[in-house]
């Protein structure tokens, strides 16, 4: 019971990461191609600017629960998916950077160099994230020692490069929905416009996944088993179609909601298919890694479970606040000034 605790736990930090971080990098990598002058970059760059750093807390505590939970998934991840991961990192560090030094630029030249390494640096992280999960969802191939049979190009699989494309297309349509939220005039108005056009490739995406999920994955033998799990999917579906349905009302905020939920409920999809393995081994099921011979010790578990009732409320408090705090539309000054 408390491996499975921790389970849930570990998928649902996960989904609240790429639920919050999901609209900054999909703003992020849209940006030379939204933005159309200075001003309009401004907004965009404020309207995530207060956020983006809170939200990164979230892939911290992610990362963190793994190692202290899940010690072994920890080691194993890395080893397994250490290039996708390392380019995840790098790109993130560069994004920073690009955050904080973007305003100090002098020329224009210098400007858009740090727009474009902002756009990459949001990119890639996206695209990844996707084919990582993908990939984790399908089996990757280690061996009974936790040591991977593989290499980068084996994780751009069809499947895989279909899970980066739906990350990739449900991020952008997300920041779209956030800076709908919090601009106005015309970066408003096209950026209303391109989230709809938007949304039926993620439509198309979508039904893609869930029809390769069917044939490179068991993670409907889960849900065959278990009918009442069946609520999940089916609230994926109903989140997806409420943000359409929102956005044609012009409810903006309802379809950001909308769209947070089909992130959480996708996520969980695949996470809740694979119970109990975390990461299961596509060259033979019993060297995949479990809830059982990959958790910490219970004592160790238990302390956690006592960290993570405090903290993650107080992290939930403090995110509300600045949220709160910031709820306006963003301006068009030099973010940083």
């Not at 408390?2 to 736990?9: D, K, N």
């Not at 690009?98 to 949001?122: C, K, N, P, T």
């Amino acid at each position: 019971m408390l491996e499975t605790t921790w389970f849930l736990i570990w998928a649902l930090l996960w989904a609240v990461y790429f639920m919050l971080d999901g609209f900054d990098l999909g703003l992020g990598a849209l940006l030379p191609f939204i933005a159309k002058d200075d001003k309009q970059k401004n907004v965009l760059y404020n309207s995530i600017g207060p956020f983006w750093d809170g939200n990164e807390v979230w892939l911290i505590t992610a990362g963190g629960v793994t190692f202290a939970a899940f010690p072994l998934v920890y080691a194993t991840m890395f080893s397994a998916l250490y290039s996708p991961l390392m380019i995840i990192l790098f790109a993130l560090i560069i994004r920073g950077a690009a955050l904080g030094l973007r305003g100090e630029a002098e020329s224009d030249l210098g400007r858009s160099a740090w727009d474009w390494a902002f756009a990459i640096g949001s990119f890639l992280p996206a695209l990844l994230f996707g084919v990582a999960f993908a990939n984790i969802f399908a089996g990757i191939p280690i061996d009974g020692d936790g040591v991977y049979h593989g290499n980068l190009l084996g994780l751009l699989n069809p499947y895989g490069l279909i899970g980066g494309a739906l990350f990739l297309v449900l991020f952008l349509t997300h920041g779209l929905i956030w800076l709908a939220i919090k601009s106005e005039s015309e970066l408003q108005t096209r950026a209303q416009g391109l989230a709809q056009k938007l949304w039926f490739a993620l439509l198309v995406i979508a039904l893609l996944f869930l029809g390769a999920t069917v044939v490179y994955t068991g993670i409907w033998n889960q849900y065959t088993s278990s009918p009442a799990l069946f609520f999940i999917p089916v609230l994926a579906v109903g989140s997806l179609v409420a943000i359409m349905i929102f956005m044609r009302m012009d409810a903006w905020g309802k379809a950001f909601i909308a769209s947070s939920t089909f992130i959480i409920s996708a996520v969980f999809f695949g996470v809740i298919g694979i119970y109990p393995a975390l990461l299961p081994s596509s060259l033979e099921p019993a060297f995949s890694v479990t809830i059982h011979n990959g958790a910490s010790t219970p004592l160790t578990l238990k302390i956690m479970l006592g960290v993570v009732v405090v903290f993650v409320p107080t992290i939930i408090a403090y995110q509300a606040l600045v949220y709160n705090l910031f709820k306006g539309k963003a301006g068009d000054h030099k973010y940083g000034h």
